[in-house]
Every structure is written in structure tokens, then in C-alpha cells.
């Protein structure tokens, strides 16, 4: 269910997959595997959730939480047929990756 696409500091950069649409099911599961998910009001970290909506020396401040639907696939109820949208990273949640420090990860690649 989640990919580890960029590993930092303090933080992971996840791919997660829906398997069930369940609501809330990406924030429940990283929660649980003991990873909240960053600026999370519901299952996160609140302390850091606090801290992160401040700037601290190179880390620029978080005011969201940091999911984000990169891409969504559907059938399209008139004709049928899958449908895949995208979008990219929001320019907030851009400079927060930025700003942190990467940590190299034996077999994952530094992507920039």
C-alpha cells in the first residue's frame, strides 16, 4: 500500500495506494504503522503538526496537511470508459520538500 519514494531527515516522502476507499484509510494506516501523516488534525502528530506550521532555520513552515491525490482513475458513468486525471504538488507542499535534508536510502533513488 506505500512506496517509499524519497527518505529525509525526519520525514518520508510515501506513495500510498488505495485499497478499499475506505474513508480516511491512508491517514488511519500511516498513523498506525506509526507514521502520521504530516499536518494531519485528526490522526496525526499534534505536537509536530504544531511545530511545523513554524519556520525552523532551513525547513519553511507547513499550514496544511501533506496528502495529496497525485492521480485518480475512473470509469466515466456515460461512456464507460477509464478515466485518469493528475495533478502535481501543490507549491506549498513543494517548498517543504525543498527545505528539508535528504538522508540516502540503500536502493531508492534521490529524486530532485
Do not use: W
Not at 491512508?26 to 485528526?42: E, L, N
Request: aromatic fraction near 8%; charge should be positive; proline fraction near 6%.
Amino acid at each position: 500500500m506505500f512506496t517509499l519514494l524519497r527518505k529525509y531527515e525526519n520525514f518520508a516522502f510515501l506513495e500510498a495506494e488505495l485499497k478499499t476507499g475506505r474513508t480516511h484509510q491512508i491517514r488511519v494506516h500511516a498513523a498506525s504503522s506509526g507514521f502520521p501523516i504530516a499536518g494531519d488534525d485528526k490522526y496525526g502528530d499534534f505536537a509536530l503538526n504544531r511545530l511545523l506550521q513554524k519556520a525552523d532555520g532551513k525547513r519553511v513552515a507547513l499550514k496544511r496537511m501533506f496528502l495529496h491525490a497525485h492521480q485518480i482513475t475512473f470509469v466515466h458513468p456515460e461512456s464507460g470508459k477509464p478515466m485518469t486525471l493528475n495533478a502535481p504538488l501543490t507549491p506549498e507542499c513543494l517548498r517543504f520538500l525543498a527545505s528539508l535534508t535528504e538522508a540516502p536510502v540503500a536502493g531508492v533513488p534521490v529524486v530532485k
